[in-house]
């Protein structure tokens, strides 16, 4: 919890400020000033310290985005689950093959390797042309 106006008379009692922790379910209080710049060296190690929890390390997961990333991974994987599974079946290298070019077309699309109509449809969907 960030209280501003550190610099002037304090309207909150030590019993104040834990109700109000409690109920915003704060783990920590950082005064602040924003006219004199005081308490930020305080609240910007309050925020690296919540950040840089280990349950924010980076790990075997993944932050993505852009929908049409997450579309294009999702189908990646779909095709290299398919890929393994004509292998597992004992089906011929054709359709293994056919199953991994749709992984390489589906990574294609997000790199901008490859591009079809409708991604640059949607891509200039999203933007705005001048006159």
Same mark, same amino acid.
């Given at each position: 919890?960030?209280?501003?106006?550190?610099?002037?008379?304090?309207?909150?009692?030590?019993?104040?400020?834990?109700?109000?922790?409690?109920?915003?379910?704060?783990?920590?209080?950082?005064?602040?000033?924003?006219?004199?710049?005081?308490?930020?060296? +305080? =609240? #910007?190690? $309050?925020?690296?310290? &919540?950040?840089?929890?280990?349950?924010?390390?980076?790990?075997?997961?993944? @932050?993505?985005?852009?929908?049409?990333?997450?579309?294009?991974?999702?189908?990646?994987?779909?095709?290299?689950?398919?890929?393994?599974?004509?292998?597992?079946?004992?089906?011929?290298?054709?359709?293994?093959?056919? +199953? =991994? #070019?749709? $992984?390489?077309?589906? &990574?294609?699309?997000?790199?901008?390797?490859?591009?079809?109509?409708?991604? @640059?449809?949607?891509?200039?969907?999203?933007?705005?042309?001048?006159?």
């Amino acid at each position: 919890m960030v209280i501003n106006k550190s610099d002037l008379p304090h309207k909150f009692s030590p019993e104040n400020v834990r109700d109000l922790e409690q109920a915003v379910s704060a783990e920590a209080t950082v005064w602040i000033s924003a006219r004199t710049g005081a308490g930020l060296d +305080d =609240l #910007r190690d $309050a925020i690296r310290t &919540l950040v840089l929890r280990p349950e924010f390390e980076p790990g075997e997961t993944a @932050l993505v985005t852009a929908l049409r990333h997450r579309t294009g991974l999702t189908k990646a994987i779909e095709a290299l689950h398919r890929s393994v599974e004509s292998i597992n079946g004992g089906l011929s290298s054709e359709f293994v093959a056919l +199953d =991994l #070019r749709g $992984a390489l077309d589906a &990574l294609g699309d997000i790199l901008g390797v490859t591009t079809t109509d409708d991604i @640059l449809d949607h891509v200039f969907s999203q933007f705005c042309i001048g006159k």
